[in-house]
Each structure stands twice: as structure tokens, then as C-alpha cells.
């Protein structure tokens, strides 16, 4: 049986693949050989030093395809939603931070031991030339979007000032052979049985060790209290000076925190102003306010037009402009689940309604005393569905459909689209099936707002 994952923004395609003993693995089929070559020697290499990656089980010829083993499910920004959604971290979410920051400085020290850079993509190391790429991505995709008038002497300068900084001659630590994920961020880690493991290092190549801390404790999304990324800090620092020598420099983290956010409010304006995504748009408000925080401090005498900068983006027209473009154009899916008994679900967006699948062809758990008590997200229906597995073939037929809708809708700005599911109760496999679809919809359309409801539970 073939299970397609989505794969978010990669250009790579996921499958997992249950044999027939019922053991899974992970197919991957990717375009890029050279990107793919260096995910494969890397994971190759990372994992002959024990650090916690998938394992290659086999590859094609051309290295356009491999399997790998399938770690499951749970992604560590799932595990701290409570966290991010309320700034409150348990104890539990704590603990999965720290082990994974600990794994962090693992492999970043041990993975770049005997490591061949020649082979990392697209090039072997974090230089002069790849910083001002990413600082000049910040400059023509983002703040030339925003009509916002600057001196590009004056940026320049500055710019050069932050590029010898990060990996010039005041730069710390800069000439040491440290391994730089790059893409180092929570949606990046599976959890297996409590237990950190990495994934999407492929971009990956030698630099210095503050970029990924940089990258994940500052990630847009996670919202990571200040008191907490200190702690976070604290626990890295010490796991780095247990297995190597570096003298960590808590201000040369500050210099990789401002570089990295303008690198990201270059992606967020190039996919926001120019392919026109709504939910890259909606982010830019809080990036600039992140930026504002960074620079009011002695880093911002240091950088005095960066900060006279963010401070006329933030009363800029064209900011206000974005924030209401972005509300208008969210597109947001309903799903339903319902008994085919009660009626097809009404459609109160006033667009008509849209798909509606029949589950009525599958295997209806609901005729075992066991299951009648219970939905389509209780444990034990999903384990018996999925085990019998003709609702998984329903649903691989499903997605494509209901994928495509979305894309579409999504480049001509439409803002609700409705899709039910449908059996005879509206108990077990329609709920299951909504409940599928919906995590499908959230994993590989972030910026799509989904309302899941269940009728017949009300």
C-alpha cells in the first residue's frame, strides 16, 4: 500500500510504503540530483556517527528516488501547539526543547568530523558571497515591496558591516569546521518514542554553530517567551561545552538573530508581494515588529539605518495595505462530516456548496458491537480503519481532488470552499475521513484557515 505525505514547500515527493509483512518505509522521489546526492551522503554520514537521522535503505541509480525509514508522524511543532498558541510551555514541551538543542550541538560538532563539504548544496560552506545573497534577497524582494524610500549607499554599508560580522575577520568561531543545518527549525524534527530526530538537512554545509540557534529559537511561528529561548540558550551552551572546545559568544548570537530575520522578511515578501500568498503577507506585520525589538538595543547603534529603516516601516501605508489584503484574500476550507439520513450540510458561506464524497463504500466499522459507542476519532476505530485500510484508498483518491481546488482557489483570491463526507450514521468514516483531510489540508496548505465540524456529534 502507497500513503502519499504532503511535503509542505519541497520540490520532493513523499510516499510511505507498507509492505506486505505491514513494515512501512519512506519513498522519495526528487528533481534536483545534486540536492538529493547531498541529502543522501549526509544522512549517510550522520548516521555512522550515531546522530539521530533517517537511514537510507536503498537509491536508484540516477538518485532521483530512495527509501528511507519512515519515523512516523509526530513533528515537534505539532507537540508544542499549547505552547505557542498560549506562551505557556509544560514541562513536557520544555523537555522535547531541550533534547532537541542538546541533539542540536551533536550534529553540529560530531556531524562535521571527517565530513566531505564538497559535497553540500548548493554550496560547501556560509560565506561573504551566500550572506549578502540573502541580505540583498531582503532588500529587492521585500523592501523594494513596500515603496518605503531608502538610501541603497547607506543599506550597503550597513549590510557590508553585518556580512564581517557573521563570518568576517570580527567574526568569532568563523574559521572552526562546524556543520550549519540552515533549515534547522520545529518542523524539521520528528519525535520517535520521546526522542528527537532531524530531517531536511540537505541545504545544509559548514558554518558557524549560531545560525541554527538563531533559526529555531527565533522561527516566527513557535512565539518562544524571551525568558524561555535564555533558558533554551542556557541548555544548548552547556551541551556544546560538554563534547567540544568552542567558547560560545552570547552577543555574536544577537548579529545571526538580525540576519536571519531580514533573510526571512525577504522570503516573506517575495512569496507575499510577489506570488501574491496571503498567509506570507499576514506574517510580515510581526516580523517587522521582531526586527523593531532586535534593533532597539546596542545592536541598533551599530546599525543605525537598519533601525531608522524598521522604524519607517512600521508606519508605512503599504503595511497597513498588506494587512488588509491578507484578510480579504484567506481562503478557508469547511469540512464536514454528516449522515447521508440527516440531509447533505447546508453551505452558509452563500458559495453554493462544493464536494461531497459518499463513504458509504467502505468498510462501516459501525456494525461491531465494540465500535457502535465510539467516532471516527476514537483510537480504536482509527487503528481498525486504518488496518483494514479501504478507507486510506478512498482518501488517496480524494486528496489530489480537493488539492487542486485549493491551488486554484488560492490564485484567484476565492475565500471558502466546502467539502463533506458523508455515511450512514455520520459517526465513524465520514468522521474519520474529515478529520484525515483536514491535517492533510493544515500540513500542505499552512496559510489555508480549515473549520472541521462533525454534525452529528454537534
Known amino acids: 500500500m502507497i500513503q502519499t505525505i504532503s511535503a509542505s514547500g519541497s520540490n520532493r515527493q513523499y510516499s510511505r510504503v507498507t509492505d506486505e509483512k505491514g513494515n512501512t518505509y519512506i519513498h522519495v522521489v526528487g528533481i534536483n540530483k545534486d540536492e538529493n546526492h547531498a541529502f543522501i551522503t549526509l544522512a549517510h554520514h550522520f548516521a555512522s556517527k550515531g ?3 533517517p537511514q537510507i535503505l536503498s537509491v536508484s541509480d540516477d538518485e532521483l528516488e530512495y527509501n528511507q525509514t519512515d519515523l512516523g508522524d509526530k513533528i515537534l511543532f505539532d507537540l508544542i501547539r499549547n505552547g505557542r498558541e498560549t506562551g505557556v510551555f509544560s514541562t513536557e514541551e520544555k523537555q522535547l526543547l531541550n533534547k532537541t538543542l542538546r541533539a542540536l550541538a551533536h ?10 563539504w564538497s559535497v553540500c548544496f548548493p554550496v560547501p560552506a556560509m560565506d561573504s558571497r551566500s550572506v549578502l545573497w540573502d541580505l540583498n534577497y531582503f532588500k529587492y524582494c521585500f523592501l523594494k515591496g513596500t515603496k518605503v524610500e531608502f ?3 547607506k543599506l550597503e554599508d550597513e549590510f557590508e558591516r553585518l556580512t ?6 570580527r567574526a568569532p568561531m568563523c574559521d572552526i569546521p562546524t556543520f550549519l543545518y540552515r533549515d534547522f527549525q ?6 520517535v518514542n520521546g526522542e528527537p530526530y532531524f530531517i531536511d538537512f540537505q541545504g ?12 529555531f529559537l527565533w522561527q516566527a511561528k513557535a512565539h518562544f517567551p524571551q525568558a524561555l529561548r535564555e ?3 542556557a541548555v544548548y551552551v552547556d551541551e556544546l561545552s560538554k563534547i567540544s572546545t568552542l567558547r560560545f559568544d552570547r552577543s555574536q548570537l544577537d548579529y545571526f538573530v538580525l540576519f536571519r530575520t531580514l533573510q526571512v522578511l525577504g522570503a516573506y515578501g517575495y512569496r507575499g508581494y510577489f506570488e501574491r500568498k496571503a498567509h506570507f503577507l499576514e506574517s510580515i506585520p510581526a516580523a517587522i515588529q521582531n526586527l523593531q525589538q532586535i534593533l532597539s538595543g546596542a545592536l541598533g547603534n551599530e546599525f543605525p539605518y537598519l533601525r531608522s529603516l524598521t522604524a519607517a516601516l512600521l508606519n508605512s501605508k503599504r503595511k497597513v495595505k498588506v494587512e488588509s489584503e491578507s484578510k480579504a484574500e484567506e481562503l478557508t476550507v469547511t469540512i464536514s462530516s454528516f449522515s447521508f439520513k440527516k440531509g447533505i450540510p447546508e453551505d452558509k458561506s452563500g458559495n453554493g456548496g462544493g464536494y461531497v464524497f459518499d463513504c458509504r463504500s467502505t468498510h462501516n466499522p459501525g456494525k461491531y458491537p465494540q465500535f457502535q459507542h465510539l467516532t471516527g476519532r476514537d483510537q480504536e476505530v482509527i ?4 488496518k483494514d485500510g479501504e478507507i486510506l484508498t478512498f482518501l488517496e483518491s480524494v486528496y489530489p481532488i480537493v488539492d487542486h481546488h485549493v491551488e486554484r482557489f488560492l490564485e484567484r483570491g476565492f475565500t471558502h470552499l466546502q467539502v463533506s463526507f458523508g455515511c450512514t450514521g455520520g459517526q465513524h468514516r465520514s468522521v474519520y475521513s474529515a478529520e484525515a483531510l483536514a491535517k492533510h489540508i493544515r500540513g500542505r496548505y499552512p496559510q489555508v484557515n480549515v473549520q472541521l465540524i462533525h454534525r452529528e456529534q454537534a
Open 107 to 116: 550534529i553540529q560538532v560530531e556531524g562535521a568530523q571527517g565530513l566531505d
Open 204 to 215: 545544509g554545509r559548514r558554518g558557524p554553530v549560531y545560525y541554527d540557534l538563531a533559526s
Open 231 to 233: 533558558e533554551l540558550i
Open 186 to 191: 520545529s518542523r524539521n524534527v520528528m519525535v
Open 51 to 53: 546522530l539521530p537521522v
Open 151 to 153: 538610501s541603497e549607499p
Open 383 to 386: 487503528d481498525w480503519l486504518e
Open 164 to 169: 564581517d560580522r557573521l563570518v568576517g575577520s
